[in-house]
């Protein structure tokens, strides 16, 4: 299948205030169109920040990262925000939705964002909130909203796009276990559903586990031969 997402010989090291700090070693990895992808490690080990360079949140310090044939490095900030609205979807350990804004105006922020009008996008997000089971919360502020049913509307502001990729940074780490464990399984079955590639850095190996392949990353190097490649 098609590689949708790769990177080749990334590395990262930060520079702040005279500090260096080497964080990711030659990193080569591909992620095929549609596929389940956990990257594992203990805290520390650089998940985020390869998961940020993915992303095109940040930059590696050597290499290139390529989405849908693009080399990240060559496009203008306008194009890789463009990029990243219409064809990845992002989802974290804190749902970070807007406050001021009602469950549906924030799963329909992404399409407005990308220039659809008010009706159309709100007709798409209610879709999307009906997939996650929260039909009946549409209107409720965040604050009104419990911790799973928050991750259940960042999940359906990460599909609303139709993303070629979602990404996703310990998204049930804030969750206690049986509810983490709702918030996988809707994860897995929409992406799957919807033919989307969902990469998630965690530490949990039993979650990594039950994804379509496991890459394993250690003091900022993957372990042999898992690229994917
Ligand atoms: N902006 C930064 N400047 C300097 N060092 C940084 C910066 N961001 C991250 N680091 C360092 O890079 C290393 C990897 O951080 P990263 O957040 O990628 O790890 P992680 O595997 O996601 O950890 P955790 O599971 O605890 O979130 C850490 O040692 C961290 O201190």
New binding site residues.
Partial sequence: MQDVLYCQHISKT?N?AG?T?P??HDISLAIHGGEHVAIL????????????LLAGLDSPSEGDVYFLGENLASLSPSQLAELRNKKMGFIYQFHHLLAEFTALENVAMPLRIGGMSAEKANEKAAQLLNDVGLSHRREHMPSALSGGERQRVAIARALVNNPTVVLA??PTGNLDDSTGEQIYQLLKKLSKEKQTAFVV?T?DTSLAARMDRVLS?KD?ELLANQTGR
């Fill in positions: 930060y702040d500090n700090t964080v990711l490690g203990s805290s520390g080990s650089g998940k985020s920040t390869l998961l940020h940074d310990e850095v530490h990353i900022g």
